[in-house]
């Protein structure tokens, strides 16, 4: 397991990578300024219509949500997956599995259970959303996992 710096590093870093690559797609996709538009629809999720309502306060709001799920993702991967056998054999994949599988979780099951505003399902929308967690979740805590692994082993040996 991972020191806690390591995973708060990992938060930090997925998190970070996350929410990059969801505003630079808003703002491709829009080409319209994507802070606001983003950031309160995830504190919509939780605060409901009044997260567009509320002012730019919303938007702090908005990134403190998405850094507490991209906290919850990371330590649920430290705790179950990268525990396994597969995951320190099998990186790249894990890393693909571990994206795909948050991209459901998210979409599949959360989502539906929140306060935001339902998104039409597109085809290119979901390719690109498991796209942003594969190669911002799922591979970064794939690769961070094995690293500090390797790392901790050196140290020990010594």
């Known amino acids: 397991m991972p020191s806690a710096r390591t995973i708060l590093k990992a ?10 690559a969801a505003l630079i797609h808003f703002y491709i996709k829009t080409g319209k300024a994507p802070f ?13 219509k009044t997260a567009f309502t509320n002012g730019d306060g919303m938007m702090l709001a908005g990134l403190l949500i998405h850094y507490c ?9 430290f705790l179950t997956i990268a525990q396994t056998q597969f995951a ?17 979780v998210m979409n599949l099951l ?3 259970l929140t306060k935001a505003p339902k998104l039409p399902i597109e085809f290119w929308s979901i390719v690109i959303g498991m796209l942003i967690l594969i190669c ?17 082993s050196i140290e020990s040996s010594h």
């Open 69 to 77: 799920i991209a906290a919850a993702v990371t330590v649920f991967f």
């Open 88 to 104: 320190k054999e099998q990186k790249m994949l894990t890393g693909i599995l571990y994206g795909t599988f948050v991209w459901a």
């Open 36 to 48: 606001k538009p983003v950031l309160t629809f995830v504190a919509s999720g939780l605060l409901g």
């Open 136 to 152: 911002c979740v799922g591979l970064p805590l794939s690769y961070i996992s094995t690293a500090g692994q390797k790392k901790e």
């Open 110 to 112: 959360i989502l539906p």
């Open 11 to 20: 938060v930090l870093l997925v998190g970070t990578l996350d929410i990059a």
